[in-house]
């Protein structure tokens, strides 16, 4: 069995459709799996740890890391920019290690124009209806921001075409089921096993 490079999963949604919530999921039942880290100027929420959800850094640090060409991905999202490592992707990679990425469409763009062979996934709310109401449920934002993020919403989804695949987050449950078939769908893709087990399928030729 020869050693692959990992897998890049990237998953996008609408402020509110419920990603945070299944990537943590996602993560405790599937250990092979480890989540990108992004550096961001963003004040930490009250539940939040540095190194863990975020590298929480300041303007002037980001902005050296940025003009410095350490980030495989940034952008600026409701004031706050974003930011993934280069360095760090490449070699988790290069090791073997399968990455999950969440961020926005913006960034799984700029990602899949140097990683075209990276697995892209949206995540929808059941409707229009119900992100609002998460978002208002989750009390982290005044009304003002709300609107904001329902605004930003339809931007997002706009960009669903650009996606490999779609889930439709109505119930937590059926939703990680899906995302974990997507997962196991593209580690047992033709493309990976033929590298990964070369000598076995030339013993059987």
């Not at 949604?13 to 100027?41: E, F, I, N, W, Y």
């Not at 940034?74 to 969440?102: H, M, P, R």
């Not at 939703?175 to 990964?196: F, G, N, P, Y």
Request: charged share 25%.
């Amino acid at each position: 069995m020869i050693k692959t490079a990992g897998c890049l999963f990237i998953i996008s949604a609408p402020s509110g459709a419920g990603k945070t919530s299944l990537v943590r999921a996602l993560l405790q039942l599937d250990t092979h799996l480890s989540l990108s880290v992004s550096h961001t100027t963003r004040l930490p929420r009250s539940e939040e740890m540095d190194g863990k959800d975020y590298h929480f850094v300041d303007s002037d640090t980001f902005r050296k890391m940025l003009i410095n060409g350490e980030f495989l991905e940034s952008a600026e999202v409701y004031g706050n920019l974003y930011g993934t490592s280069q360095q760090w992707i490449n070699e988790a990679i290069a090791s073997g290690q399968d990455i999950l990425l969440e961020i926005d469409c913006q960034g799984a763009k700029q990602v899949r124009q140097i990683f075209p062979q990276s697995t892209a996934i949206f995540i929808l709310p059941p409707s229009i209806e119900t992100l609002a109401t998460r978002l208002k449920t989750r009390a982290q934002d005044n009304s003002e921001v709300i609107q904001k993020r329902l605004a930003a919403a339809r931007e997002e989804v706009s960009h669903i075409g650009e996606f490999d695949y779609v889930i439709i987050n109505s119930k937590l449950e059926e939703a990680l089921s899906d995302l974990i078939c997507i997962i196991k769908a593209e580690r047992l893709s033709k493309d990976r096993q033929v590298v990964k087990y070369q000598s076995l399928i030339t013993q059987l030729l």
